[in-house]
């Protein structure tokens, strides 16, 4: 039986890695899309004389990129 739960749980640690790894694609696709619509708002406020409106954008465009390198750079420990 043990020999069994070993190949069961070498079956089930690339499952894991292939479902954290979609995971992060699709944390990274929000977080971009969310910053291309940052940038756009952030233009518009631009163009309408909105200086201090484009920079609290800008800032949480900031924050956006800090959350996709921390998430870029994450680490996958094995159990």
Known sequence: MTAQR???RKQRRPRQVIAALN????V???IIVVQLWGLAAALQAS???HGAE??????FELLAVAAALI???GEFSEP
């Open 6 to 8: 070993v190949q069961a």
């Open 23 to 26: 995971l992060r694609i699709v």
């Open 28 to 30: 990274l696709a929000a």
């Open 47 to 49: 163009l309408a004389g």
């Open 54 to 59: 484009v920079a609290w954008i800008l800032g």
């Open 71 to 73: 998430v870029a750079r």
